[in-house]
T-cell receptor, first 111, second 112 residues
Framework: QKEVEQNSGPLSVPEGAIASLNCTYS??????FFWYRQYSGKSPELIMS????GDKEDGRFTAQLNKASQYVSLLIRDSQPSDSATYLC???????????FGSGTQLTVLP | DTAVSQTPKYLVTQMGNDKSIKCEQN?????MYWYKQDSKKFLKIMFS???????INETVPNRFSPKSPDKAHLNLHINSLELGDSAVYFC???????????FGPGTRLTVL
């Protein structure tokens, strides 16, 4: 079982819609959870971090964490073509103290 | 600008050569990292280092070695380069082990 799993996509949504990205992780003692956005040929850019159960909102982005279900998600409201990128879920486990990435979900927002 | 920077941006070299990639951060962070992103875009930790401890991913060949002259710098030295080392290498930094990591622009290494 992969430590961090994401649907690889591609995921396509029309402009203005809500994009929903999902991620599950295997280590129950994971402590820190992040979403990164990576444009083609560029470096990963941190867009959200979440450390406790519940929702965290920042502008058009909402991260949701459910530690009991070992699940973290990212919602992008009012999606824009500029949101088209690969979104990487990343988790720091309590034991390994290392950031483990999922394989990424490629999102395309259609104008 | 406060950031994580890497040099060079591109590195093309022959098999068997030794090369280094430099990384610097001016964010005041205490922990730095090296990641490898392969052709399938999978991003994997290679090393994490603070002034007290080096954590090495067990899958990393010992041809790879991090060198840190001070807290703001973590260079990556690679001996006897192989074709399979071709990838994009990212440096990152954070304040503490469990906090947000910020990435440099990457170094695209091509081994011929």
């Amino acid at each position: 079982q992969k430590e961090v799993e994401q649907n690889s996509g591609p995921l396509s949504v029309p402009e203005g819609a809500i994009a929903s990205l999902n991620c599950t992780y295997s280590d129950r003692v994971s402590q820190s959870f992040f979403w990164y956005r990576q444009y083609s040929g560029k470096s990963p850019e941190l867009i959200m971090s979440i450390y406790s159960n519940g929702d965290k909102e920042d502008g058009r982005f909402t991260a949701q964490l459910n530690k009991a279900s070992q699940y973290v998600s990212l919602l992008i409201r009012d999606s824009q073509p500029s949101d088209s990128a690969t979104y990487l879920c990343a988790v720091i486990s309590g034991s390994a103290r290392q950031l483990t990435f999922g394989s990424g979900t490629q999102l395309t927002v259609l104008p | 600008d406060t950031a994580v920077s890497q040099t060079p941006k591109y590195l093309v070299t022959q098999m068997g050569n030794d090369k280094s990639i430099k990384c610097e951060q001016n964010l005041g962070h205490d922990t730095m990292y090296w990641y490898k992103q392969d052709s399938k875009k999978f991003l994997k930790i290679m090393f994490s280092y603070n002034n007290k401890e080096l954590i090495i991913n067990e899958t990393v060949p010992n041809r790879f070695s991090p060198k840190s002259p001070d807290k703001a710098h973590l260079n990556l030295h690679i001996n006897s380069l192989e074709l399979g080392d071709s990838a994009v290498y990212f440096c990152a930094s954070s304040l503490g082990d469990y906090n947000e990591q910020f990435f440099g622009p990457g170094t695209r290494l091509t081994v011929l």
